[in-house]
């Protein structure tokens, strides 16, 4: 079974569509592409990636497209379009006939209203996104898991991922209430998660044992049939390098089946997304 890193991303700052990537992130205000990604796939021998949106424009996901037609190892990409403007209805239909367009994710942990996700108005998008059989991806923080759940009841048939596990606030030591929305989460919806990002909720220094009680849990709550491998790649690189992540997983999952660890390094993701 192939491996994939199911959250990547691509970007170049002078296209200026992204509001959060400043000179004050001197590590990541630089250009990022397949060339500088290639080499920490080839070293851990994974064969694809999801490339994920990082700049709420149609012109990010038309952007990520076109890198992804480009690039062999790129299987799919999660793109963005403006759920609150209806109108954008058009660019959607055209946008889903892209046979790599595999989901869409609105930057909910930048939205002031913690409720957004629950508007009506945007009742179209999650329908459009049922029509076409595009993935939801969830980024979200833990303060929006409940409305997540009342989300995924109003649309059962819409297929979602959560993002970097919520991102739980690991270097405050905070576990509940995130523990239990994320295990009730895992327990009543068919919803998977993704195992990424969880490096830069940590400290600078932290060490796997920092991380243990919350991949523990994502583990233990959505086990080997529904979490995703997915490195947050380059955003990772603020707290750490690729292998240190990777292999932070691996140790995690390794009294897991060879099936089972297959299944979280590359199986749920091509399941999930439609990845040919």
């Known amino acids: 079974m192939q491996r994939i890193d199911a959250h990547q991303h691509f970007w170049d700052p002078a296209r200026g569509d992204y509001g959060w ?5 001197p590590a990541l205000f630089k250009p990022f592409g397949p060339e500088d990604l ?12 999801v490339l994920v949106q990082a700049a709420p ?9 076109d890198i992804a037609s480009r690039t062999p190892f790129v299987r799919g990409v999660v793109g963005w379009i403006d759920f609150e403007e209806p109108e954008q209805r058009d660019a959607l239909e055209r946008l889903a006939r892209h046979p790599l367009l595999k989901g869409l994710r609105p930057m909910i942990q930048d939205i002031a209203d913690p409720d957004w996700m629950l508007r009506p108005a945007l009742d179209w998008a999650f329908k459009a996104l049922i029509a076409h059989d595009l993935a939801f991806d969830a980024l979200v923080l833990p303060k929006h898991l409940a409305n997540l759940r009342i989300l995924i009841d109003r649309y059962p048939d819409l297929r979602v991922v959560i993002d970097h596990g919520a991102k739980p606030q690991i270097k405050d030591g905070a ?6 929305n994320i295990a009730r989460l895992a327990r009543e919806t068919n919803a998977f998660c993704k195992c990424s990002g969880l490096v830069t909720e940590a400290r600078a220094d932290w060490t796997p044992a920092d991380l243990s009680p919350y991949l523990e849990h994502l583990l ?7 979490l995703i491998f997915g490195s947050d790649w ?5 707290a750490g390098d690729y292998s240190d992540w990777f292999d932070t997983v691996n140790q995690a999952i390794r009294h897991w089946t060879q099936q089972q660890q297959a299944a979280v390094l590359g199986g749920n993701a091509s399941r ?3 990845l040919s």
């Not at 990537?21 to 992130?25: G, K």
């Not at 576990?175 to 239990?180: D, I, K, L, N, V």
């Not at 380059?234 to 603020?238: A, C, H, Y």
């Open 38 to 49: 290639a080499p920490h796939l080839a070293a851990h021998d994974i064969s694809g990636t």
């Open 220 to 226: 233990g709550s959505f086990g080997p049939e529904r």
């Open 21 to 25: 990537l400043t000179a004050d992130l």
């Open 57 to 65: 424009s149609l012109a990010e996901t038309e952007y990520l497209l």
């Open 234 to 238: 380059p955003v990772l690189t603020m």
């Open 175 to 180: 576990f509940e209430p995130w523990a239990g």
């Open 272 to 274: 999930f997304y439609r």
